[in-house]
């Protein structure tokens, strides 16, 4: 397979991953560039959260290949895997922190583990980190003092304390009003833009979708049934995108969401 890691974070063949007996990814063939910000959307169920994991090389393969940064994910061990896996940030549901470290604490896990870094540097850095997120006022709080914005800024910081390449994001407004939402996205793509960094974001959620997505790869039943620029997925006559993008807006999140929008706008 040829690749072009300097234009592409992830150039999948063929791709095929699943658990035990079953296949979920059947056959995945995808590029995706640096710097821009994938979508990955789908149904409940037809394999996004897999596509994430397998990016990492944590879903057992099943057929074709898929080079990430270049490497190959499916042949990385030791030491060269835990190398790769420093080069990417994973940004949990739930913010990936452990409930009885404090912010700061649950920064330094990472940081002490692949660095040689002093202490000092150390916490120097966290602060710089958390005024990238507007969370500074928190790095002495738990985990379950931070409000759910909060913690999805907490974790966001987390995903980006070592400086990484790709950032991957599974649902990150899950959970999330619709204002808060607006503001993890405008947050994410700003930090995104002043760091250099690639983000894929598993989302259903359609204002978000329309907010921060260069690009949109829809799976289906775990095959690619759309890949192509935002734009192109909103004209798409593919039954499955069509009924995606034209969905009527639940009252609960993208509704009231677009309409906080157009009030904002006014
Ligand atoms: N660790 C696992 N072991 C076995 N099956 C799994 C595992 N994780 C997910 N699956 C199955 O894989 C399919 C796709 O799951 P997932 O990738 O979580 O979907 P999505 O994120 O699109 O909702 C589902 O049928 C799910 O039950
Ligand atoms: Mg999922």
């Known amino acids: 397979m040829?690749?072009?890691?300097?234009?592409?974070?992830?150039?999948?063949?063929?791709?095929?991953?699943?658990?035990?007996?079953?296949?979920?990814?059947?056959?995945i063939t995808t590029k995706i560039a640096r710097g821009t910000v994938t979508?990955?959307?789908?149904?409940?169920?037809?394999?996004?959260?897999?596509?994430?994991?397998?990016?990492?090389?944590?879903?057992?393969?099943?057929?074709?290949?898929?080079?990430?940064?270049?490497?190959?994910?499916?042949?990385l061990e030791g030491d060269k895997r835990s190398k790769f896996l420093a080069r990417i940030g994973f940004m949990y549901q739930n913010g990936g922190l452990i409930n009885s470290l404090t912010i700061l604490e649950n920064l330094k896990i990472p940081l002490k583990a692949h660095t040689n870094?002093?202490?000092?540097?150390?916490?120097?850095?966290?602060?710089?980190?958390?005024?990238?997120?507007?969370?500074?006022?928190?790095?002495?709080?738990?985990?379950?003092?931070?409000?759910?914005?909060?913690?999805?800024?907490?974790g966001f910081a987390r995903a980006i304390i070592l400086e990484p390449e790709l950032v991957l994001s599974d649902e990150p407004s899950a959970g999330l009003d619709p204002v808060t939402a607006a503001d993890l996205d405008d947050l994410m793509v700003r930090l995104k833009n002043e760091l250099g960094i690639t983000l894929i974001?598993?989302?259903?959620?359609?204002?978000?979708?329309?907010?921060?997505?260069?690009?949109?790869?829809?799976?289906?039943?775990?095959?690619?049934?759309?890949?192509?620029p935002l734009n192109e997925?909103?004209?798409?006559?593919?039954?499955l995108v069509k009924n995606f993008f034209d969905r009527a807006p639940s009252l609960g999140h993208a509704g009231i969401g677009s309409l906080w929008e157009k009030l904002g706008k006014q």
């Open 39 to 75: 979508c990955i959307c789908g149904g409940s169920g037809c394999g996004k959260s897999t596509f994430l994991r397998a990016t990492l090389g944590l879903v057992p393969h099943k057929g074709g290949e898929a080079r990430v940064l270049g490497e190959n994910v499916n042949e």
């Open 233 to 239: 997925a909103l004209q798409s006559s593919e039954p």
């Open 117 to 154: 870094l002093s202490d000092k540097v150390i916490v120097e850095l966290i602060y710089h980190k958390l005024a990238q997120v507007q969370l500074t006022h928190a790095v002495h709080l738990l985990p379950g003092e931070l409000s759910g914005g909060m913690l999805k800024r907490a």
């Open 2 to 27: 040829q690749t072009n890691p300097e234009k592409y974070v992830v150039e999948a063949e063929h791709f095929a991953v699943g658990y035990g007996e079953r296949t979920i990814l059947h056959d």
């Open 201 to 228: 974001v598993v989302t259903h959620d359609l204002d978000s979708i329309r907010r921060i997505a260069d690009r949109i790869v829809m799976l289906d039943k775990g095959y690619v049934k759309f890949d192509g």
